[in-house]
Structure formats: C-alpha cells, structure tokens
C-alpha cells in the first residue's frame, strides 16, 4: 500500500531533551516536507527537500533539522524541544518538485497520519 | 508570499444540507489542492484542481484561476463529512501554502 509513515505517533518529552520524528514514504516520491499544524494557524511549513541531500526552510523553520540521505526517509530531529513546539506534525510526500508534473495531475500531496508532540 | 484565505472559517449545516467554501489567494498559482482533515485528524486530498470543475461523488470544485478564486461544494451533507476543509495552492515554483481552513460541523 503506498503510504507516508511517520513515527512516533504520540509523544510526551521535557524542554531540551532531543528527539526525532521519523518519516519514511514508498512511493519514490522525490519532494518531501514537514508541516506543524497549530489552532486557528492552519498548516505551516517547516522544512522541505527536493531530493536526496536537498533542503530548505519553510515558513517556520527555528528550532528544527532535517535530513535527506535517502530518498525514502526524511526525519525531522528537534535538537533542544521548547514548549513553543508543543504540536501536531505532518510528514507529506508528492511525487515531483513544486512546478513540474502540474499539467499531468501528477502532484497530489500525500499525508502521513500526523504525530502529536508535547513538550512539557 | 501567496496569501490563501478561506471563508467561511466555521459551518454548521444540517444532515441532507447544501454547502459552498471558498478559497481566495493572491498571486497565480500551477497547483491548488483541496484537503479534508477528519476528525481524527487525517489529511486526505479531495481535488487537484489548478483550473476548471471536477466532480467525486457529492463533492464538485471550480477553480477560476484567472479571478483567483476556487470553489467547494458539498451537497446533501452528511455526517462523516464533518471536519476541517483546507484549500492549498502552488505559486510558480515555490511550495504549497495552506489556508487557515474551514471547520465543518455537520449534524444529524
């Protein structure tokens, strides 16, 4: 079944105690993002990635890493968690980079189930 | 950047009623996504719709990109259609943005 898994899927931490939120996709989907989900915020965008070993910020990217070794995972690590990252995450694959593929339909997002994370 | 507003932010619609949700954003834009988030907090993509009608089931959209505006609507609702409704789109080359979403309660 084609899928975004993302894991754990809850988690309880303290301030400053490292962690990270796997995300792996069997699609061969080259573009790969993370989004935080937040009351009356909407979806914003932490980071995105390209390819393999290409990433870039999004729209709130403090407080995060990412990486692309592989183009199937894209973990996103919170190096120091403050509560201000108290949240629910959503790890997303599509099967091109933004701007190509439009004209096929090719580009239709797919969502993980979403992990909650509180920091406390 | 793109900004992506949705109105209305909240519905209340009966079972068996009609609805429109409108999404408004401010630049053109290659890629425009709708997605409903169900209550257990699951992101499925209704549409891809750039441009143009398309219709599954109860659910139709309309993008009228060059007033830059897209449509969705609902008919004769029902309850698992509860939920938030987010309208995506693309600018050129750059990345998805969101709208803040609309939150759809639907009673029986």
């Known amino acids: 079944e084609a899928q975004v898994t993302q894991n754990p899927r809850y988690l309880i931490t303290v301030t400053g105690k490292k962690l990270t939120v796997t995300c792996s996709q069997n699609?061969?989907?080259?573009?790969m993002s993370w989004y935080r989900q937040d009351p009356g915020l909407g979806l914003r965008q932490i980071y995105y990635?390209?390819?393999?070993?290409?990433?870039d910020k999004g729209d709130v990217p403090e407080g995060y890493k990412v990486s692309r070794k592989e183009k199937r995972n894209f973990p996103l690590i919170l190096e120091s968690p403050s509560p201000n990252q108290t949240s629910l995450y959503f790890c997303?694959?599509?099967?091109?980079?933004?701007?190509?593929?439009?004209?096929?339909?090719?580009?239709?997002?797919?969502f993980g189930a979403g992990s909650r994370l509180t920091v406390l | 950047g793109i900004q992506v507003e949705q109105s209305p932010p909240d519905l209340i619609l009966q079972e068996g009623a009609n609805s429109t949700l409108r999404c408004n954003f401010s630049?053109?834009?290659?890629?425009l996504q709708w997605f409903h988030q169900n209550p257990w907090g699951q992101l499925i993509n209704l549409f891809y719709?750039?441009?143009g009608t398309k219709q599954n089931g109860r659910l139709s959209a309309t993008t009228v990109a060059t007033e830059r505006y897209s449509l969705l609507y609902i008919s004769s609702s029902q309850t698992t259609d509860s939920g938030v409704y987010f309208c995506?789109?693309?600018?050129?080359?750059?990345?998805?943005?969101f709208g803040k979403g609309t939150m759809l309660l639907v009673s029986p």
């Open positions: 699609m061969n989907h080259e573009y």
């Open positions: 719709i750039p441009s």
């Open positions: 995506a789109v693309e600018p050129g080359y750059s990345t998805l943005t």
């Open positions: 997303a694959s599509n099967p091109n980079r933004p701007g190509t593929g439009w004209a096929s339909g090719a580009n239709v997002l797919t």
């Open positions: 990635s390209m390819n393999v070993e290409v990433t």
């Open positions: 630049d053109s834009v290659n890629n």
